[in-house]
């Protein structure tokens, strides 16, 4: 079966770090730029962090300089750190894999919900 697997939510302070990570299954992510987005409650959902398949990062400016993406193929798993998170960080964080060949050829993961309140 084909999925990816979001794991590390969680409810923490302000100032706190988090790691997400996001688990492919049925396939190799070698060949997928991978995603972080993020939605809040009654918000659209936004692009937080990309890495594509030669490790070429980039960030949303409100999570530069806090958030890093990385990526371990032979895990076929892709992390956001989140450091120094802030209460408008409140939001289900979702993984996306798309091929970087054919755009059509993508999967999201389930969602982890992230809670940042003092």
């Known amino acids: 079966q084909v999925q990816l697997v979001e794991s590390g939510g969680g409810l923490l302070q302000p100032g706190g770090s988090l790691r997400l990570s996001c688990t492919a299954s049925g396939f190799k992510i070698n060949s997928y730029e991978m995603n972080w987005y993020r939605q809040a409650p009654g918000q659209e959902r936004d692009l937080v962090a990309t890495i594509s398949v030669f490790g070429v990062t980039n960030y949303a400016d409100s999570v530069k300089g806090r958030f890093t993406i990385l990526r371990d193929n032979a895990k076929r798993t892709a992390y956001l750190q989140m450091n120094a998170l802030k209460p408008e960080d409140t939001a289900v964080y979702f993984c996306?894999?798309?091929?970087?060949?054919?755009?059509?050829?993508?999967?999201w993961g389930q969602g982890t919900q992230v809670t940042v309140s003092s």
């Open positions: 996306h894999a798309k091929n970087w060949k054919d755009a059509g050829d993508n999967y």
